[in-house]
């Protein structure tokens, strides 16, 4: 099967010379009719794509929305509640919408009402942030997130069904790990931005601004995605939503490679929670400048830019492998943090490694292993299921990693009875054990 398509020059220029066309097999998976538009469809997913990683990013729970309400006079309590918001609240409900989405033959729609709320719920913390102070302005933000991260997972489940019918085999990863390096290049501008700011003297104006111009962000890839070519789809399984949720969770036993792949995604969660300690680690050794929280964002995006494209293609040879290679990393990485804070603190200090260059380093390569787990586990889910289960696959293992997220916060009592390097070992050892599981997982 061929890929042949009446797109526009630039647009079939554009595709080669990204996803290249060496691969005679690429169109083996999907029909003819979406073979044809593949060109123009792999250019809309990495723009939208794109423009929602740029809108998450400036409108991060863990750092912009987190200095919102500092800035605004919240108590600290709210700040607590944004990251296990923005991530279970966007996983949990996956599985219910699931069926909804499986009963429309065309489900494009999904992402784009996904990503239309997303934007608004963004736009009215940036009004918040003009009209409101104290802990008004904290349970109005923290009521906006919960908005914004239904929609964020709503967005989730139609976006692997959409990419799984538009995009053949051995492409996914590609577009997927390009749309995670150009907007991890407009995370260093961010970054940038940040580091060389005075963010003591900065007024409520600055945030306002980053939530414009992610609702913004948001609205333009809605748009963008309405251009995708989609063909209907199979609607079978899409009945009650409860009752599929309840069904389709017998799929972690029934399914033993479905199984396996999700208690290998529940260790290399892993990685995402070892993220803020590393934080806790940097801003501790260097008393909280906000210099070295520039150098840190920087870091984060310079790890997605540089580390997201060869992962990508490397999910789309192996997945598993991918896996395998970046839980590794976490957890050598995190068993040296450990053994240098007990053992080497001369290392940390600031007289050999000026500032915070060194955290920043630390916080690279954990970004490395990050966006390794979630270009390898993504393209892993997509890759192992069909056209009648991906919906379900996506549901079921999102809601499970959700719920597995709040149990996460134990660790965070780890940090605060033993110590932060403790809570980084254990999340180490955990990297380690889903660096195993994936090993013993099959190919996709």
Same mark, same amino acid.
């Given at each position: 099967?061929?890929?042949?398509?009446?797109?526009?020059?630039?647009?079939?220029?554009?595709?080669?010379?990204?996803?290249?066309?060496?691969?005679?097999?690429?169109?083996?998976?999907?029909?003819?009719?979406?073979?044809?538009?593949?060109?123009?469809?792999?250019?809309?997913?990495?723009?939208?794509?794109?423009?929602?990683?740029?809108?998450?990013?400036?409108?991060?729970?863990?750092?912009?929305?987190?200095?919102?309400?500092?800035?605004?006079?919240?108590?600290?309590?709210?700040?607590?509640?944004?990251?296990?918001?923005?991530?279970?609240?966007?996983?949990?409900?996956?599985?219910?919408?699931?069926?909804?989405?499986?009963?429309?033959?065309?489900?494009?729609?999904?992402?784009?009402?996904?990503?239309?709320?997303?934007?608004?719920?963004?736009?009215?913390?940036?009004?918040?942030?003009?009209?409101?102070?104290?802990?008004?302005?904290?349970?109005?933000?923290?009521?906006?997130?919960?908005?914004?991260?239904?929609?964020?997972?709503?967005?989730?489940?139609?976006?692997?069904?959409?990419?799984?019918?538009?995009?053949?085999?051995?492409?996914?990863?590609?577009?997927?790990?390009?749309?995670?390096?150009?907007?991890?290049?407009?995370? &260093?501008? %961010?970054?940038? =931005?940040?580091? #060389? !700011?005075?963010?003591?003297?900065? *007024?409520?104006?600055?945030?306002?601004? @980053? $939530?414009?111009?992610?609702?913004?962000?948001?609205?333009?890839?809605?748009?963008?995605?309405?251009?995708?070519?989609?063909?209907?789809?199979?609607?079978?399984?899409?009945?009650?939503?409860?009752?599929?949720?309840?069904?389709?969770?017998?799929?972690?036993?029934?399914?033993?490679?479905?199984?396996?792949?999700?208690?290998?995604?529940?260790?290399?969660?892993?990685?995402? &929670?070892? %993220?803020?300690? =590393?934080?806790? #680690? !940097?801003?501790?050794?260097?008393? *909280?400048?906000?210099?070295?929280?520039? @150098? $840190?964002?920087?870091?984060?995006?310079?790890?997605?830019?540089?580390?997201?494209?060869?992962?990508?293609?490397?999910?789309?040879?192996?997945?598993?492998?991918?896996?395998?290679?970046?839980?590794?990393?976490?957890?050598?990485?995190?068993?040296?943090?450990?053994?240098?804070?007990?053992?080497?603190?001369?290392?940390?200090?600031?007289?050999?490694?000026?500032?915070?260059?060194?955290?920043?380093?630390?916080?690279?390569? #954990?970004?490395?292993?990050?966006?390794?787990?979630?270009?390898?586990?993504?393209?892993? $889910?997509?890759?192992?299921?069909?056209?009648?289960?991906?919906?379900?696959?996506?549901?079921?293992?999102?809601?499970?990693?959700?719920?597995?997220?709040?149990?996460?916060?134990?660790?965070?009592?780890?940090?605060?009875?033993?110590?932060?390097?403790?809570?980084?070992?254990?999340?180490?050892?955990?990297?380690?054990?889903?660096?195993?599981?994936?090993?013993?997982?099959?190919?996709?």
């Amino acid at each position: 099967m061929s890929e042949t398509s009446q797109a526009p020059r630039p647009i079939i220029a554009l595709y080669e010379t990204i996803a290249g066309d060496e691969d005679a097999r690429v169109c083996k998976d999907i029909p003819e009719s979406a073979c044809r538009a593949q060109p123009v469809n792999f250019v809309v997913h990495l723009v939208a794509n794109t423009l929602s990683k740029i809108g998450d990013e400036l409108a991060s729970a863990r750092l912009v929305l987190a200095w919102l309400l500092g800035a605004l006079g919240a108590p600290a309590a709210f700040a607590g509640f944004l990251v296990p918001i923005r991530e279970s609240g966007s996983l949990l409900p996956q599985l219910f919408v699931a069926a909804s989405i499986r009963r429309r033959a065309i489900r494009k729609g999904f992402w784009i009402a996904g990503s239309v709320l997303s934007g608004l719920a963004v736009a009215l913390m940036a009004v918040v942030a003009l009209t409101l102070e104290g802990a008004p302005a904290g349970w109005a933000i923290l009521g906006l997130l919960v908005v914004f991260a239904l929609a964020r997972g709503v967005n989730s489940v139609a976006a692997k069904d959409v990419l799984g019918k538009t995009i053949a085999r051995h492409r996914r990863g590609t577009v997927m790990g390009y749309a995670a390096s150009l907007a991890g290049f407009a995370t &260093l501008g %961010l970054g940038v =931005y940040l580091t #060389l !700011a005075s963010l003591d003297d900065a *007024g409520i104006g600055v945030f306002v601004a @980053l $939530l414009a111009a992610s609702a913004g962000a948001w609205w333009i890839a809605a748009a963008t995605f309405g251009r995708l070519r989609e063909d209907p789809g199979a609607t079978e399984g899409g009945g009650n939503a409860i009752a599929e949720a309840v069904a389709q969770v017998r799929l972690l036993w029934t399914d033993r490679a479905f199984g396996h792949f999700v208690l290998t995604r529940a260790l290399l969660m892993s990685t995402a &929670l070892a %993220l803020p300690f =590393y934080v806790l #680690l !940097a801003e501790d050794a260097t008393s *909280g400048d906000l210099g070295t929280l520039g @150098l $840190l964002i920087l870091a984060s995006g310079l790890a997605s830019a540089v580390s997201a494209p060869i992962w990508g293609r490397l999910s789309d040879r192996s997945a598993r492998q991918v896996l395998v290679l970046s839980g590794l990393l976490a957890s050598v990485l995190g068993i040296a943090v450990a053994l240098g804070v007990w053992f080497v603190p001369l290392a940390m200090d600031d007289a050999l490694v000026p500032g915070g260059w060194v955290y920043a380093a630390l916080f690279f390569l #954990l970004g490395v292993s990050h966006a390794g787990v979630r270009l390898g586990r993504k393209t892993y $889910l997509v890759d192992m299921a069909t056209q009648e289960t991906r919906a379900a696959f996506t549901a079921v293992s999102n809601t499970v990693i959700g719920v597995l997220l709040l149990v996460g916060g134990l660790f965070g009592l780890i940090a605060q009875l033993a110590g932060t390097e403790v809570a980084i070992l254990a999340l180490a050892m955990m990297s380690l054990a889903g660096a195993a599981s994936a090993w013993l997982m099959g190919e996709a």
